[in-house]
C-alpha cells in the first residue's frame, strides 16, 4: 500500500490463481510462469563516487549497491538493487515495502543532488523458470543468454517482443540445467507480453505457478 492505496496486479483478470490449481501437477513441463505480484520499486539516480553517498546508502539499505552495470545485490526475498547504469539503481522491495525504505532514502539523501522515485505501481514482475526458459527467451530477445555470458545475478534492459523489459537472471541449477529469470514489465505491457511468454513456451509445456506478493 502507497499512501492509502492499494493498487491491484495488472494480470488480475487472467485469473492465473485459478488456472494454477487446475493445471496438472503430475506432468512434465518445460516453463513454469507466475507473476511477482505488487513489489515495491524505487528508481534512484546518483554520483556513486560520493562517499558521503556510498556510506548514506550502505546504512539505510544495509548493503552495497552493485557498482558494475548490469549486476544485481541483495537478498533476492527481500530488499535487492539492479544496477541500470552508471548513476542508475532500479531498488526493488517486498510487497508494500517501497513506502517506508522510500521515507527513508529521502532524508538520508536530502543534503545530496540525487533523484528518487517510487515506480512500482508502473511495473510488475513476471517470473519464468525451468529446463526451457532460456529458449522462450531466445525466441525475442536479442541478449546474449548463454550461462557463460548471461550469468546469475546479472540483468540487462532490453526488448522482448517489440517491449521494453529489464531481464535478471535470478539462478541456474547445474544439475538439470533449469533457469529462472524474472521480466520487469510495465503494466500496460504485462498482459501482451504475458501473452507472448505463454505462445512462445506452449511447445515445452507450460504450469502456472502462484508467487506470494
Not at 544495509?62 to 526475498?77: A, K
Request: proline content about 5%; hydrophobic content about 40%.
Amino acid at each position: 500500500m502507497v499512501d492509502g492505496y492499494r493498487r491491484q496486479s495488472p494480470l488480475a483478470h487472467l485469473h492465473l490463481e485459478a488456472r494454477a490449481t487446475n493445471d496438472p501437477t503430475e506432468n512434465e513441463v518445460g516453463v513454469e510462469m507466475g507473476e511477482r505480484p505488487l513489489l515495491g520499486m524505487i528508481n534512484l539516480r546518483a554520483q556513486k563516487s560520493n562517499p558521503v553517498f556510498s556510506r548514506a546508502i550502505t546504512k539505510v539499505l544495509g548493503s552495497e549497491l552493485p557498482t558494475d552495470v548490469n549486476t544485481v545485490s541483495g537478498m533476492i526475498d527481500g530488499i535487492y538493487t539492479l544496477c541500470l547504469g552508471p548513476d542508475e539503481w532500479l531498488i526493488v522491495t517486498p510487497s508494500n515495502k517501497e513506502q517506508k525504505l522510500y521515507n527513508e532514502l529521502i532524508e538520508a539523501l536530502e543534503q545530496l543532488h540525487t533523484s528518487i522515485n517510487l515506480v512500482g505501481e508502473s511495473r510488475t514482475v513476471i517470473r519464468l523458470s525451468g529446463l526451457h526458459a532460456r529458449s522462450v527467451l531466445a525466441k525475442g530477445c536479442s541478449v546474449d543468454l548463454h550461462p557463460r555470458v548471461f550469468k546469475p545475478g546479472q540483468c540487462a534492459q532490453t526488448i522482448l517482443a517489440r517491449s521494453d523489459i529489464t531481464l535478471h537472471h535470478v539462478a541456474d541449477e547445474a544439475k538439470t540445467n533449469d533457469a529462472t529469470y524474472d521480466i520487469i514489465v510495465f503494466r500496460s505491457f504485462a498482459e501482451y507480453v504475458w501473452t507472448w511468454l505463454e505462445d512462445a513456451a506452449r511447445e515445452y509445456g507450460i504450469r502456472v505457478v502462484i508467487h506470494p506478493s
